[in-house]
């Protein structure tokens, strides 16, 4: 498991970039990152619930909510079936899990290499559709919450993506709040990654 876990740590740890002046996404900002989740937004299916997951690993690595998984399994629902996957990682504080479908090549999200304080920055989020409605992008500014999560207002079920203007993940939700969703970002996913494959 460790072996499987090593190409996402690495990927996850990439050399850092300089942060630019956060600016309000256009449509076309919007548009790219629908077009990440429709490629790379799964199902996670736990004995209890079933919630969103974003693949963020080429073999087959998903980031999603804790609440949809169970201590040592869960199900990812992707190209029409139901594949067994392991957990890797699942941490009820910070209420998110990483599990490990099937051996495979996967259509992995672009990831920031480095995400920083993303409280006042412009995020973008996929609202899901009511009824006939479509799933739409929507953005909204970061807000600092309690350490080491924030909140944003875009009504988004746990273990949906956030992203940045040019649609690289960088967010993941983790519960809903209010109108809106407490969030986590990717820099503490990595920590926490790098503590297990560090553990022996």
Not at 5 to 20: E, I, K, Q
Not at 174 to 186: T, Y
Request: with cysteine; glycine share 8%.
């Amino acid at each position: 498991m460790t072996r499987r876990l090593l190409p996402l740590v690495l990927l996850l740890l990439a050399t850092r970039v300089s942060a630019s002046e956060p600016e309000r996404p256009s449509r076309a900002d919007l548009q790219r990152a629908l077009a990440q989740y429709e490629q790379s937004v799964v199902r996670v299916r736990g004995p209890r619930e079933a919630g969103l997951g974003i693949i963020v690993g080429t073999e087959g690595q998903v980031l999603t909510s804790v609440r949809h998984v169970s201590l040592d399994a869960a199900q990812v629902e992707y190209g029409g079936r139901e594949l067994p996957a392991t957990v890797v990682l699942a941490n009820a504080y910070l209420k998110v899990a990483v599990v490990a479908a099937p051996a495979g090549t996967y259509p992995a999200a672009a990831v920031k290499p480095n995400t920083g304080n993303l409280a006042g920055q412009w995020l973008i989020g996929i609202v899901p559709g009511k009824g006939k409605r479509k799933d739409m992008p929507a953005s909204a500014l970061a807000r600092k919450g309690p350490a080491p999560f924030f909140d944003i207002n875009l009504a988004l079920p746990p273990g949906s993506p956030l992203y940045d203007e040019t649609g690289r993940l960088v967010a993941v939700s983790v519960q809903r709040k209010g109108r809106g969703c407490r969030a986590l970002s990717l820099d503490v996913v990595r920590q926490q990654l790098a503590t297990k494959v560090a553990t022996p």
